[in-house]
């Protein structure tokens, strides 16, 4: 109940802030969408960063470094150093300089004015709109699962199915209201207000959290001497060969497993209760309340014995799949035998590892985890008979897969894949909402210290997370000596558990309170973003600049803001991905536009026909190659072997240049007016 | 130093950066630096300290100027 106090306080103030940053609202349009273009160096840098660092940064970060280790780092936070920082000084100056001079808020006014193409806007709206969309779904989601994981036994006997604590659902709707609550109120200028506070709470709420963890964990020495001793892939990019036999001794073990509840359910198996009971006595590892004896002892001596040894090669293959949850036998199998289940399913050879990995993992397996363990599972402030306390409903269905499911392969990074990840943070040269507080600056010099300081900021938050999550891999419980973080275990709730594991109910109500600054420093942004572009691209554009007040406007754009938050709160309420790769995809999208922005600021050859060619290849290939990736169900879906944002840009460029030289340039006027020294 | 000659010395930084980005030469190797920071975290965090200083050359030697900017020094009343 105390991190959901201190929740509560946390949202409280900031709905104070947004009431604050409303008396300095000066009551137009302008002010609402741009801040009267009078934000200075140090707002802009904490409002810049605090929007790009979103939960991705946070959630993310440590999530993904748990399931791929340390070069989580070079794939996304140092290549934004260089990326982000460089957009920053090549496009925004520029573009501020721009806006500033001809009056623009948004891109899209910008792209028609260059371009001299109106329809431009009508065919870069919905791509713009419907890319921001699953950046929101970033946040909305993380924090759902953020706050339920940390208020986890809150409540005494609501909410049990989830645990005891505050719904996803309900969280999400919270935290989107909140924001949209400061959003309405302030504006840009709360946006920036808001932005610049809960950047300076995460920055200094994450370095505490990192401190007090590494502590927990016994030192920043010892966390490491346990990565290295248990997964020492986790280290480094490539595979060590301790992981290998690791791997290929469970794996074996898992095999044994998977036959013998094959054998058990479909062959009418049975051991003899004194050969059971000797088995399980025999088995030597205790696990989670001895489940493993339960499970693996009566498998070791089917296969000791011999009564394995019947089964047929389909046989073996369909016991593997189905142990791994990704396949179910037919009802018809009896009569049909081979004929009844999936052609892919070999009957002539074993299936390797990374051919069983082909079939996706059905739902239903956190079904059968709460059946197995539902007599532990309850409010985990109560007790079980053992003295321990009860499980969560999350620990039921992660002990069932990492005690059910096949081991993970260890896996290294590609170096092509790792190289192709430096396309991905060219997002930021056409995220809308960055362009927006680009033209907030008060001078081009306000940008300076964002340019520098960005990189070493990204460091400050990014190293700690990383490291946490390579630390999480390894770590156990200094009393029972189990994993704190189990195998198998939802990347996106590694940290709130880590979080929650390690720390007090004070400091884990605080590092929450950080956790969800950084998610509410990108939504604000966001929100007001969609707002402003669809008064300013769609309404006021074409209705004509007078028909509407400013009075109006604003509240055009926030009704249009609620719709967009609706949409996006309703997704969030179907399966989660993973929040790591849900971004990837995300910025892919913004990144293949990238070429766009550029070459409109830098080559005058650009026209507005390559522009509708480098849009349409953008959209296409995002659109076709998310669909392949199984709309983000795939983690690690790649092109020719390297990212699809890579393919994406060469697509994009091809198109903007091959169509550009061949249709005519923009007029004499447009050219004198965007290159005016070259003219 | 003219801007054309500070705007090529900075584009060679980034280059170079973005090189010494690609890391290969770490990718086996799991010893931690300083007991506990591994390798491949430790290299890129020295990237992105690097980044910071090139990126404080070009604002030294290739900052754009333009008709209307309006110098600033420090933090201004919105700021505070």
């Not at chain 1, 900021?457 to 630390?471: A, Q, T």
């Not at chain 1, 766009?596 to 026209?607: D, E, G, M, Q």
């Amino acid at each position: 109940m105390t991190q959901l106090i201190i929740i509560s306080i946390y949202l409280a103030l900031l709905l104070g802030l947004g009431f604050f940053s409303s008396k300095l609202f000066r009551g137009t349009s302008k002010d609402y969408m741009l801040a009267s273009h009078s934000i200075g160096p140090f707002m802009l840098l904490m409002s810049l960063f605090g929007t790009t660092m979103t939960a991705f940064a946070l959630v993310g970060s440590t999530g993904e470094s748990f399931k791929e280790g340390a070069g989580v780092y070079g794939l996304l936070a140092s290549s934004s150093g260089i990326i982000h920082s460089l957009c920053f000084f090549v496009l925004g100056v520029k573009l501020w300089s721009l806006g500033k001079k001809h009056g623009y808020t948004t891109q899209i006014q910008f792209f028609r004015d260059r371009l001299e193409s109106d329809r431009i806007g009508i065919l870069l709206f919905p791509i713009l709109v419907g890319l921001i969309i699953p950046y929101l779904l970033i946040g909305v989601m993380a924090s759902g699962t953020v706050i339920n994981s940390i208020t986890e036994g809150a409540f005494t006997t609501a909410f049990a199915e989830y645990d005891y604590g505050v719904p996803p659902w309900m969280a999400s709707l919270v935290i989107c209201l909140v924001v949209l609550t400061y959003v309405f109120f302030g504006g840009m200028r709360g946006t920036a207000i808001a932005n610049t506070a809960q950047t300076i709470v995460f920055m200094i709420l994450g370095l505490i959290t990192f401190v007090i963890i590494s502590d927990k964990l016994g030192g920043l020495e010892e966390s490491t001497n346990k990565v290295l001793a248990k997964n020492p892939s986790k280290m480094m990019r490539s595979i060590d060969p301790a992981d290998i036999d690791s791997y290929a001794d469970s794996y074996k073990k898992w095999i044994v497993l998977a036959q013998y509840e094959y054998a058990k359910a479909h062959k009418g198996l049975a051991l003899e209760p004194a050969d059971e009971k000797a088995a399980i006595a025999a088995f030597p590892v205790a696990g989670p309340a001895g489940y493993l004896k339960k499970t693996r002892g009566p498998a070791v001596f089917a296969k000791k014995t011999g009564m394995l040894n019947n089964l047929s090669i389909l046989d073996q293959n369909l016991a593997l799949l189905i142990q791994d949850n990704r396949y179910e036998m037919p009802n018809d199998s009896i009569v049909l035998g081979k004929a009844a289940v999936d052609e892919r399913i070999s009957d002539s050879s074993i299936m390797e590892h990374h051919e069983i990995m082909t079939f996706p993992r059905l739902s239903g397996s956190d079904a059968k985890g709460l059946a197995i363990f539902g007599d532990f599972v309850g409010n985990p402030n109560e007790k079980l008979a053992s003295g321990r306390n009860k499980w969560t409903r999350k620990k039921a269905k992660g002990v069932f897969r990492a005690t059910n499911w096949a081991p993970e392969p260890p896996h290294g990074m590609d170096p092509w894949k790792f190289l192709t990840y430096f396309f991905v943070p060219l997002s930021v040269g056409m995220f809308p909402h960055l362009f927006q507080h680009w033209l907030t600056a008060k001078s081009a010099d306000s940008f300076k210290l964002a340019v520098v300081a960005h990189p070493i900021f990204i460091m400050i938050v990014w190293v700690p997370c990383v490291l946490l999550g390579v630390w999480m891999t390894s770590a156990t419980d200094p009393i029972s000596g189990a994993p704190i973080i189990a195998a198998h275990f939802p990347p996106n709730a590694v940290l709130p558990a880590a979080v929650k594991a390690l720390t007090g109910p004070l400091m884990a109500g605080l590092l929450t309170a950080g956790i969800l600054a950084a998610i509410m420093s990108s939504l604000d942004s966001q929100f007001l973003c969609v707002g402003t572009m669809f008064t300013t691209d769609i309404v006021s554009h074409y209705a004509g600049k007078d028909r509407f007040t400013d009075k109006q406007l604003i509240t055009i754009a926030r009704v249009f803001i609620v719709l967009i938050v609706a949409l996006t709160y309703l997704f969030s309420l179907f399966e989660p991905r993973r929040v790591f790769t849900l971004g990837v995809w995300c910025f892919s999208g913004f990144s293949s536009l990238f070429p766009l922005i550029l070459a409109s600021l830098y080559w005058k050859r650009l026209t507005k026909f390559g522009a509708y060619a480098a849009i349409l290849a953008a959209a296409g290939s995002w659109i076709y190659m998310f669909a392949d990736a199984n709309y983000a169900a795939n983690a690690n879906y790649t092109v020719f072997g390297v990212m699809p944002v890579a393919t994406m840009i060469t697509l994009t460029t091809i198109a903007m240049i091959v169509v550009s030289l061949i249709t005519p340039l923009p007029s004499k006027e447009t050219l004198q007016k965007f290159f005016p020294a070259e003219e | 130093m003219n801007k054309r000659c500070g705007k090529c010395i900075i584009i060679g930084l980034v280059c170079l950066l973005i090189v010494l980005h690609h890391d290969i030469w770490n990718w086996d190797n799991k010893e931690p630096i300083f007991g506990f920071m591994p390798v491949a975290l430790a290299w890129q965090a020295g990237i992105s300290i690097s980044a910071s200083l090139v990126w404080y050359l070009a604002t030294r030697i290739a900052w754009p100027t333009f008709e209307d900017d309006e110098p600033t020094s420090g933090m201004t009343s919105e700021d505070a």
